[in-house]
């Protein structure tokens, strides 16, 4: 269920394996979220990732997997990624002496002494790490959090800091504080380097190349996978599901299987089931939310906009959180080198203010704000813009989010032939990789092996570095 890169995945190893597999997914495309967006013009055909994917794992098994579906697709980008911070720019993830320099002296030595101060008080009497603002607290100090983490963080979940999860920046940022900056960037690590990672891979034509073309070897394995057929009803007798109902062009149907795999939506899962679950765990469905992300897309007569992979730009006058420049990522997602293009994402939720206004009304903000408050480009440089709404993005660690989260996975756990995967489908903010990873996984599972999907993305390394023996240049993975 699902054909974004977790179902995929799947579908994919149990084609190489000869298991007869069917792929039910809802949209007229595979790629989900991971998907590339092709638009035609005058000019010829620009490609637009849903906000820019790269591709990133420490985990060998899935590097290989990723090279051998993009194959001679294969390239690697230079990772320039930066924070846009009152007119300067500052990297990202934060490497401490520029982000020190970038704030000045003065500052920078109130963030030191908060810091010192913070690790004290944590010393004499620890306080729990329980929301996103403890945690951002805990690692970096009160200045440097309120100055490069408060903002951003609101903006993308469109909450202050102080009611999200903590578990969001343990699992995005976990190893990483102010102290293991610092002294990194004083004394550097011998033995094994520590790296921030500063070039990724990625699919030439897009990183919908990716699901595309495990689609292209599933269906060239002899299994199917049905577009325009959303999952409707999931039916259950017992601890086994039966079957499922999906609606297609031509009405509803049933479909069965010995085995079931889910990447649509956990909560969405919770409440087909049929019969219904008890309405705890259909409260539960409903305690959980997500954010949603519009990218606005803009087509330039321009050469290039700025040299960054991505651009973060956390002024709250700014309506969007993010953007980046796909040329910058492959030169196959312009028409021609004369023309480039951009990315702008923002985050938002289904009836607030973002989501309410027009495609005409977000392209024209966008062109404003990029013009009048960041001057990077000219209005006359704009030869087309266009937006694409993707629901149900991000899955969100509201407070308290836990306690519906395990409710509705116990419940789905009963069920033994049921596995879920993915991002929404397991309601963790999974990136492709450990998307593809419980893919993979419960692939593997089917072809008789054990693996537990819960323990994907639980490791406690922070997800941007990689301890290696050589130079990731060198290594290359
Ligand atoms: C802005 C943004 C930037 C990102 N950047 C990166 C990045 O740089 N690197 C990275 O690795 N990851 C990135 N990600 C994450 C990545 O997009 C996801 O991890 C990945 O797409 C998840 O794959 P999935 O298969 O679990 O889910 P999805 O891609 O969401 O696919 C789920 C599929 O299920 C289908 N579906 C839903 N309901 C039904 C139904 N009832 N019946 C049938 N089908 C249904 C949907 O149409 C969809 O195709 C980013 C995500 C966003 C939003």
Known sequence: MGAGPGGLCSAYVLSKAGVPTTVLEKAPFVGGLARTIRRQTDYGEFRFDIGGHRWFTKNDELNALFREVVADELLWVNRISR????????????????????????????????????????????????????????????????????RYSEKVWGLPCDQMSGDWVSQRSKGMSLVTAVKDAVVPTKGKVVSLIDEFMYPRGGFGRFSDRMADAIIGAGNDIRLNTGVEKVHREGNRVVGVTVSTEDGSKRVEADNYISSIPLTLLAKIMDPAPSAEILAAADALTFRNIITVNLMLKKRQVTPDTWLYVHDRNILFGRFHEPKNWSPVMVPSDDLTSLVVEYFCSFGDHIWSMSEEELVAQTVRHLVDDLGFITPDEVVGGFTIRAPRAYPAYVIGYEKPLARIREFIGELDNLQIIGRYGTFRYNNTDHSIETGLLAAKNILGESHDLDQVNADDEYHEIKRVAEPVAAGRT
Request: glycine share 6%; net charge positive.
């Open 83 to 150: 924070i846009y911070f009152d007119g300067k720019y500052v990297d990202y993830p934060l490497k401490i002496s520029n982000a020190l320099k970038a704030i000045g002296p003065v500052v920078a030595a109130k963030a030191m002494a908060d810091y010192g101060r913070t690790r004290v008080q944590q010393r004499i009497s620890p306080r729990a790490v329980e929301s996103m603002e403890d945690a951002y607290i805990d690692q970096f100090g009160p200045t440097l959090y309120r100055l490069f983490f408060q």
